[in-house]
T-cell receptor, first 114, second 113 residues
Framework: KNQVEQSPQSLIILEGKNCTLQ??????????LRWYKQDTGRGPVSLTI?????NTKSNGRYTATLDADTKQSSLHITASQLSDSASYIC?????????????FGKGTRLSVIA | AAGVIQSPRHLIKEKRETATLKCYPI?????VYWYQQGPGQDPQFLIS???????DKGSIPDRFSAQQFSDYHSELNMSSLELGDSALYFC????????????FGSGTQLSVL
């Protein structure tokens, strides 16, 4: 069964600190992996998208890594800001024709406090 | 840059009423996905359309229907609303398949009283 597991479930950090969120998946065959930031009551906003051949991708203070062998990804947030408080969702797409539904992780709820 | 537009932003309905949610994809995107996200839940895929034809179906109740129009906007029609239908409904659009970057709308918050 295609699954995406994220950890931790929730995280509280001080403003300015770094943090790393984890995503493990069993989706096969793998097409791509995306990290989204979702504010409460809003649709997800894309941070990065990574394909099989990509190991690292950065978007400002966000850096995502992908290990396709171990089927693990991480999202590293540097110098956190209060506005980083949100849910971070890992979404994996399986390779195939048509519009294969995405497999969503349950997200990590990040709270950045002053 | 244009984003995925959803309307209305908020909607309050009573049980057994009907509701219509609208989604306007990014220009030139030909694929629309609908998701339902309950409080504290991960999004559940409902249905998708490619080039105005239904392309995939997920956990969409029989009380719901959707379609994609010639201008590629999509509408989700919900009838006989139940309390459990209260959720955030958001749509996403992409060009062709899911391999392309998926852009999400801000969602419609539906509350059924």
């Amino acid at each position: 069964k295609n699954q995406v597991e994220q950890s931790p479930q929730s995280l509280i950090i001080l403003e300015g600190k770094n943090c790393t969120l984890q995503c493990n998946y069993t989706v096969s065959p793998f097409s791509n992996l995306r990290w989204y930031k979702q504010d409460t009551g809003r649709g997800p906003v894309s941070l990065t998208i990574m394909t099989f051949s990509e190991n690292t991708k950065s978007n400002g203070r966000y850096t995502a890594t992908l290990d396709a062998d171990t089927k693990q990804s991480s999202l590293h947030i540097t110098a956190s800001q209060l506005s980083d408080s949100a849910s971070y969702i890992c979404v994996v797409s399986a390779k195939g024709s048509g519009n294969t539904p995405l497999v969503f992780g349950k997200g990590t709820r990040l709270s950045v406090i002053a | 840059a244009a984003g995925v537009i959803q309307s209305p932003r908020h909607l309050i309905k009573e049980k057994r009423e009907t509701a219509t949610l609208k989604c306007y994809p990014i220009p030139r995107h030909d694929t629309v996905y609908w998701y339902q996200q309950g409080p504290g839940q991960d999004p559940q895929f409902l249905i998708s359309f490619y080039e105005k034809m239904q392309s995939d179906k997920g956990s969409i109740p029989d009380r719901f229907s959707a379609q994609q129009f010639s201008d590629y906007h999509s509408e989700l029609n919900m009838s006989s609303l139940e309390l459990g239908d209260s959720a955030l409904y958001f749509c996403a659009s992409s060009f062709r398949t899911g391999r392309e970057k998926l852009f999400f709308g801000s969602g419609t918050q539906l509350s059924v009283l």
